[in-house]
């Protein structure tokens, strides 16, 4: 069965570092692959997705990801944060007997140390 | 504005009383979809709906019923709450299918006792 895995619960940044946030999937094909936010309180807002092509992806707020076939990972970067960037963090695929549907991690709370 | 908007943001009830949480989308979209979230499982949807009459089951749909008459609207009914049914529900929608990308509304946390 598909499955997607992000490895790490919560992550502590400090204000101005670097960030890299890792996903994993399970599926040997290209999958369709989407990174959403959720701000505390908030619904959830998507940050970029990646179907084919160029595998840098650029997205909102400053946000990339880059998808890696050879390691199945779909990992999500920022070279700057900012304290406004603490959220929550989900990684998600296509589901492939689905075009309607999602499978989605776990989630990763990101901490921004000031 | 483009939004997905959901009623109530909170609801406190007990056992066994029938709710329904209303959610409307102003964007035109086909695709509706419900979820709920829960600590360390990420988000599982419970219904989906392609088009205005047209629904399917999500991954955990026990428990809950939905129904799409018009393309805005798509209400989650809880015909007997339980317990294990206290969750944080999104609502969202998108334009065709979930893999265009999906807007979420802003959650309904309901606590159920």
């Known amino acids: 069965a598909q499955s997607v895995t992000q490895p790490d619960i919560h992550i502590t940044v400090s204000e101005g570092a670097s960030l890299e946030l890792r996903c994993n999937y399970s599926?040997?094909?290209?999958?369709?692959l989407f990174w959403y936010v959720q701000s505390p309180g908030q619904g959830l807002q998507l940050l970029l997705k990646?179907?084919?092509?160029d595998t840098l992806v650029q997205g909102i707020k400053g946000f990339e990801a880059e998808f890696k076939r050879s390691q199945s990972s779909f990992n999500l970067r920022k070279p700057s944060v900012h304290w406004s960037d603490a959220a929550e963090y989900f990684c998600?695929?296509?589901?492939?007997?689905?075009?309607?549907?999602?499978?989605w991690g776990a989630g990763t709370k990101l901490i921004i140390k000031p | 504005e483009a939004q997905v908007t959901q009623n109530p943001r909170y609801l406190i009830t007990v056992t066994g009383k029938k709710l329904t949480v209303t959610c409307s989308q102003n964007?035109?979209?086909?695709?509706m979809s419900w979820y709920r979230q829960d600590p360390g499982l990420g988000l599982r949807q419970i219904y989906y709906?392609?088009?205005?009459?047209?629904?399917d089951k999500g991954d955990v749909p026990e428990g809950y019923k939905v129904s799409r008459k018009e393309k805005r609207n798509f209400p989650l009914i809880l015909e007997s709450p339980s317990p294990n049914q206290t969750s944080l529900y999104f609502c969202?929608?998108?334009?065709?299918?979930?893999?265009?990308?999906?807007?979420f509304g802003p959650g309904t946390r309901l606590t159920v006792t």
């Open positions: 599926y040997g094909a290209t999958p369709y």
């Open positions: 998600a695929v296509g589901r492939v007997d689905s075009n309607y549907q999602l499978i």
């Open positions: 964007m035109n979209h086909e695709y």
């Open positions: 990646y179907f084919s092509g």
């Open positions: 969202a929608s998108s334009s065709g299918q979930a893999l265009v990308g999906q807007y």
């Open positions: 709906s392609m088009n205005v009459e047209v629904t």
